[in-house]
């Protein structure tokens, strides 16, 4: 089973997921207890062998306007977009917008 972290962080196997984050390697147990919770997603309701690409665990849209500026600013951090803390929540859904164009789309001013 794949599940996607959609609210606070999650601890599996020591590690701390946060929102956005991607759980590869959980039994179906575990991942149905966290999505009753509100916690995660399934993503994939079958067992995957880690032969899956990021690219493809992310394919669903995430709705950077529903979040809150702690959340996009978690979620930011996730994926690796520098985002000041004093930053507007607009500025932070562009941050990361850019980060996920290729170099070619992304405006110059």
């Known amino acids: 089973m794949v599940i996607k972290v959609i609210s606070n962080n999650v601890i599996h196997n020591g590690e701390s997921i946060g929102i956005g ?8 147990k575990n991942a149905k ?16 062998d880690g032969d899956i690409s990021e690219a493809e665990l992310h394919e669903e849209e995430i709705d950077l306007e529903k979040m809150t500026k702690a959340e996009l600013i978690e979620y930011a951090e996730n994926i690796g977009v520098e985002v000041d803390g004093k ?18 789309d992304i405006p110059t001013e």
């Open 87 to 104: 930053d507007t929540k607009a500025k932070i859904i562009e941050k990361i917008t850019q980060a996920d164009m290729p170099a070619t």
């Open 33 to 48: 207890r966290l999505c009753e919770n509100g916690l995660c997603e399934v993503l994939f309701d079958v067992e995957v």
């Open 21 to 28: 984050g991607v759980i590869k390697d959980i039994d179906e």
